[in-house]
């Protein structure tokens, strides 16, 4: 469980990405609600991988 939780910052980072990534690919780089998302995720993800590496000792 410990494992899974500290990488749970590294994989929401990389999912908001991935997310960027799609509608760029796409064209649907008009979808304010898609970028916020993406950019939300990204954002939670690097605070999730700082707070939970600086509490998580194995």
């Known amino acids: 469980m410990n494992s899974f ?3 749970l910052g590294l994989i929401l980072t990389i999912l908001g990405a991935i ?3 799609v ?3 796409t064209g ?3 979808s304010n ?3 916020a998302t993406s950019v939300g ?3 939670v993800g ?5 707070v939970l590496n600086k509490n ?3």
């Open 28 to 30: 649907n780089t008009n």
């Open 23 to 25: 509608c760029f690919a």
């Open 46 to 50: 690097i605070i999730a991988y700082i």
């Open 33 to 35: 609600a898609l970028l």
């Open 5 to 7: 939780l500290k990488n």
């Open 41 to 43: 995720l990204i954002i």
């Open 56 to 58: 998580i000792t194995e």
């Open 19 to 21: 997310i960027l990534f």
